[in-house]
Every structure is written in structure tokens, then in C-alpha cells.
């Protein structure tokens, strides 16, 4: 069992900045592949980047790709998202989700846990 809480939304003005954690729970953090999804109000949620569990491996949406990094530090059971350059279609809120056994899921029902969200809202 894995819980997940994430936090650093907020509300920025379009080019800045936003870094984004997902604190995990649990003695098995470091051996669970780890997503970031966003939810825009009345779309689906949608991909946003994925890392590995040893950190090594990372894939974006095209979307970001270029301006968010995927991180991870197994010794904290956290994940970050740093978002640069941000744009206001960047407004949803973000979800950090855990997969275990998954080499690298972009699609939400390889995910086996969830975190409650955080806002961000980029103004133009």
C-alpha cells in the first residue's frame, strides 16, 4: 500500500515557474515506476511525464516536453515535477500516481495509486 500527497500548486503568471512534490508512504516507494497526470476542468486526465524507479529513465507528453523535468530521491519517498515556462492551456490540477511492476505507463489504469491532486492555475 501506497498513499501519496502532493503539493507546490498554486497560481503563477504565464513563463514562470512551479516545482511540484509527491510525498510517498511506505518502505517500498523506491520499487514503484512514478507518473505525473493533469486534469483540466471538463477534459479527461491526461498524461504528463513518467520516471523509472531508479531515476534513470524519464518520458514526457509532447506537451511539456522541454519545459517540465520529472525527478525523484528514493532516500525521501518523493517525486518532483518542475515546471517551467508555463502556459495558461498548463492550468489543471496535477496528480502524482504510482505503478508497480509497469516499465514506464502513460495511461491512467496502469496506475495502482493516487494522490489527491494540486491546483495550478497559470494566468495569461
Known amino acids: 500500500q501506497v498513499q501519496l500527497e502532493e503539493s507546490g500548486g498554486g497560481l503563477v503568471q504565464a513563463g514562470g515557474s512551479l516545482r511540484l512534490s509527491c510525498a510517498a508512504s511506505?518502505?517500498?516507494?523506491?520499487?514503484?515506476?512514478m507518473g505525473w497526470f493533469r486534469q483540466a476542468p471538463g477534459k479527461e486526465r491526461e498524461f504528463v511525464a513518467v520516471?523509472?524507479?531508479?531515476?534513470?529513465?524519464?518520458y514526457y507528453a509532447d506537451s511539456v516536453k522541454g519545459r517540465f523535468t520529472i525527478s525523484r530521491d528514493n532516500a525521501k519517498n518523493t517525486v518532483y515535477l518542475q515546471m517551467n515556462s508555463l502556459k495558461p492551456e498548463d492550468t489543471a490540477v496535477y496528480y502524482c500516481?504510482?505503478?508497480?511492476?509497469?516499465?514506464?505507463?502513460?495511461?491512467?489504469?496502469?496506475?495502482?495509486?493516487w494522490g489527491q491532486g494540486t491546483r495550478v492555475t497559470v494566468s495569461s
Open positions: 500516481a504510482a505503478a508497480k511492476w509497469r516499465p514506464m505507463p502513460t495511461t491512467t489504469r496502469e496506475y495502482d495509486y
Open positions: 511506505g518502505r517500498t516507494f523506491s520499487s514503484y515506476t
Open positions: 520516471i523509472t524507479w531508479s531515476g534513470t529513465t524519464t
